[in-house]
């Protein structure tokens, strides 16, 4: 059976876990820095109207435009000539994906069940008039469906769980920690959301350590997200 695990640098525990703190944060920075660069974004949570705002829908593709680049730029420099092992971006079995996306769809649905059965939103309000309010819904969407997945895989289950692996941490405790990040990275949505969106963070690292891809993760990921995405675009009252 073939290792799976991500590769580790041959350092000093402490030397490593700065190094691999710098270049997360270096990543995750730029990641952030293109969802507040775009005009009138800092302003949406207090915007009163979001059809006002123009350009905030093209937010999403200019993080993950310059997430991308810092990203890719630290794994060369993590490890020369290793980039697509060091993000996980290697080719996995369809039955893997297929399998990973039919746990996601059971698991959601299980978990908007538990929510209507509480009487709790499905959705968060904020994201939900977010997406009614569009003016561009192609480049809304062209966001969030395909290129939040892809960085926010490539970073947290990939990049994240690479570098840190390395360290005290180890694989499923850089896993835990990227899956804590990643969860309280949502902002749109309340403190009840977060176990749900830990917990998926861990599925998708669990898959990544097992198989040493990031693909299913990814997959599933953008299946989430279009799930919600229909959702509040045909079968929410505008």
């Known amino acids: 059976m073939s290792d799976t695990s991500p590769p580790v640098e041959k350092r000093g525990t402490g030397r490593l876990f700065l190094r691999a703190a710098l270049w997360s944060g270096f990543a995750f920075g730029a990641w952030f820095l293109g969802l507040v660069a775009v005009p009138g974004l800092a302003d949406i949570s207090a915007a009163t109207d979001f059809t006002d705002v123009i350009t905030w829908e093209a937010s999403p593709l200019l993080a993950f435009v310059l997430g991308m680049l810092a990203v890719c730029w630290a794994a060369r420099r993590w490890r020369r000539g290793g980039v697509v092992e060091v993000l996980g971006v ?66 947290f289950r990939g990049f994240f769980i690479t570098a840190f692996g390395g360290t005290c941490l180890r694989p499923w405790g850089a896993a835990v920690v990227a899956a804590a990040i990643w969860a309280f990275a949502h902002t749109q949505y309340d403190l009840t959301y977060m176990p749900i969106i830990f917990l998926a963070g861990l599925a998708f690292a669990g898959v990544r350590l097992l198989t040493g891809s990031i693909v299913p993760a990814v997959v599933a990921h953008a299946l989430i997200n279009l799930m919600s995405y229909v959702h509040v675009m045909f079968f929410l009252e505008r």
């Open 90 to 155: 290697v080719a996995v079995k369809w039955k893997v994906v297929v399998g990973l996306c039919i746990v996601t769809v059971v698991a959601v649905l299980l978990h908007d069940v538990l929510r209507y059965a509480l009487g709790l939103p499905l959705l968060p309000p904020e994201y939900t008039r977010l997406i009614q309010a569009s003016n561009h819904p192609i480049v809304l969407s062209l966001g969030f469906l395909i290129a939040a997945p892809i960085f926010e895989e490539v970073y």
